[in-house]
């Protein structure tokens, strides 16, 4: 990190995340009158609101026109679009535009998604350069994961001003927040659930942003397990799995696919969906030995 702690030393990380930053309140803004469903799905079967689409749109045209930005992918269409000017120095953006948008409608809280790589989409976790999240809770705030340092800035009319510079899991956890209908859990997955909830407090709601950083904040574990009928859960490797996994870890925390590490895998698909689980180091271990 530089001396200041506010930027990277990538000149073009840095660059994204001030675009995220500036971009977040239009994104906040665009929400209002854009609560309802659009006609049609996005490429993992799910219902679009207006919001989801409008922000991809409003994220790709402000990243795509950086320079050293090569390709936009997102959790919204279909396939990487790329820019007009391409180098081999290029990095690759993968963003889920609005995380959790099915809480627009109760007004909760949301967020974005955003994963610098330095090699074409889809691309594993060794091609990571950074990662980083936009929460849209009673503040807006930004988390920026790069060279194994995590920040979390507040945004405030799209500037972005360091809160914390080292930020990590704190070591006593005390939250947690599975997702997933119960029914739907395995038995192995559900047994699991049973030791978490001695030992650590239920908070959902429903966002993945949202729930990890209370994680993030509070210490604990978040989790979408594989179902019964979905072996392969709800979120997505590439533009949810993946940029998590690295921001946790960085933190300290340790994730996994029920297996191991998800910064180890690479999509074959851009869409391609995973079991995902972050947290405390101990919890995470647990969660692998039980469905072992
Ligand atoms: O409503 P459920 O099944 O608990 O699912 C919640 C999960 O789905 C998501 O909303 C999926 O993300 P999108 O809103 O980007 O599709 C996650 O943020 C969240 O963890
Ligand atoms: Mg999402
Ligand atoms: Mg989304």
Known sequence: ???DHATTDHPVVDAVFETVASTAPEVRESLVGRRSYEEGENPSGEQQLEADIFADQLFEEALLALEGVGSYASEERDDV???DEQSDEDYHLALDPLDGSSNVKSNNAMGTIVAVFDEPLPAGGD??????YVLYGPLTTMVVACDEQVSEYTVVDGERTV???????PEEPTVYGFGGRVPEWTDDFAGYVGLVEDELKLRYGGAMIGDVNQV???GG???????????????RLLFEG?????IVEAAGGRSSDGDGSLLKKT??????RTPVFVGNDEFVERLELALE
């Open 267 to 272: 999509p074959e698909a851009l869409h391609e």
């Open 81 to 83: 679009v790329e820019a």
């Open 221 to 235: 574990v978040f989790g979408y397990p594989g179902l019964r009928h979905r072996s392969e859960g709800k979120l």
């Open 163 to 169: 809160n914390e510079d080292e930020l990590t899991l």
């Open 242 to 246: 993946i940029p998590i996994a690295a």
């Open 1 to 3: 990190m530089s001396a």
């Open 216 to 218: 993030l904040t509070y």
């Open 127 to 132: 091609a990571l350069v950074a990662a980083g």
